[in-house]
């Protein structure tokens, strides 16, 4: 069974530049959640979808994040315009409803960006 | 609502020895789950042990158990027989099972960095 998919998996981009992450949660998980993980910060969560529909988006750190979920099988997190201090890794992470099959919450391999 | 702490930034563990790496949380709920995963260099994030907190027994994977203390709020990750490969850094992490949607997400602690010397 694939796990969670995350596109791409490295990125360099300009300062100035829209960035676009992509995720494929694994088939069947109700919840879909973007983290960020930065050395000063930790992981720190950004949104969360349940059932395609966003649920808490009060990490996203200002108008330049957004995050779509147009279908249960794909998700992006988009940045326009990209600022140095957005290099991070980003994780995808996807779970089955929260009730059921052990609350775990399974995470892609992290998209790496860096702006400059 | 609810906070995980890891106090300890860094340990560290002789090969083929075993290793304690301690949390604490902190809530109001009774009806909650509990993870450890393991962050190797690649970043990415492995889910180690999880523990549902209305069982009483502490749960058990290979080399990998935790002592789950409900009432001291106390989630500690034990790690037997240690490999170089369990260098990683580990984060221990909080999950509501109170109903859905707001209280779906998982919180972490700050993790700590584990290095196992040959």
């Known amino acids: 069974d694939a796990g969670v998919i995350q596109s791409p998996r490295h990125e360099v981009t300009e300062m100035g530049q829209e960035v676009t992450l992509r995720c494929k949660p694994i088939?069947?998980?109700?919840?879909l959640f973007w983290y960020r993980q930065t050395m000063m910060r930790g992981l720190e969560l950004l949104i969360y979808f349940n059932n395609n529909v966003p649920i808490d988006d009060s990490g996203m750190p200002e108008d330049r994040f957004s995050a779509k979920m147009p279908n249960a099988s794909f998700s992006t997190l988009k940045i326009q315009p990209s600022e140095p201090r957005d290099s991070a890794v980003y994780f995808c992470?996807?779970?089955?409803?929260?009730?059921?099959?052990?609350?775990?919450?399974?995470f892609g391999e992290g998209s790496w960006l860096t702006v400059v | 609502a609810q906070t995980v702490t890891q106090s300890q930034p860094e340990m560290s563990v002789q090969e083929a020895e075993t290793v304690t790496l301690s949390c604490t949380y902190d809530t109001s709920e009774s009806d909650y789950y509990l993870f450890w995963y393991k962050q190797p260099p690649s970043r990415q994030m492995i889910l180690v042990i999880r523990?549902?907190?209305?069982?009483?027994q502490n749960a058990t994977e290979n080399r990998f158990s935790v002592n789950f203390q409900k009432a001291a709020k106390s989630f500690s990750l034990k790690i037997s027989d240690s490999q170089l490969g369990d260098a990683a850094m580990y984060f221990c992490a909080y999950r509501s099972g109170v109903g859905t949607g707001a209280n779906s997400k998982l919180t972490f602690g700050k993790g700590i960095t584990l290095s196992v010397r040959p």
């Open positions: 992470a996807s779970s089955p409803d929260s009730i059921h099959s052990g609350n775990t919450i399974y």
């Open positions: 088939s069947g998980h109700d919840y």
């Open positions: 523990q549902e907190a209305y069982k009483q």
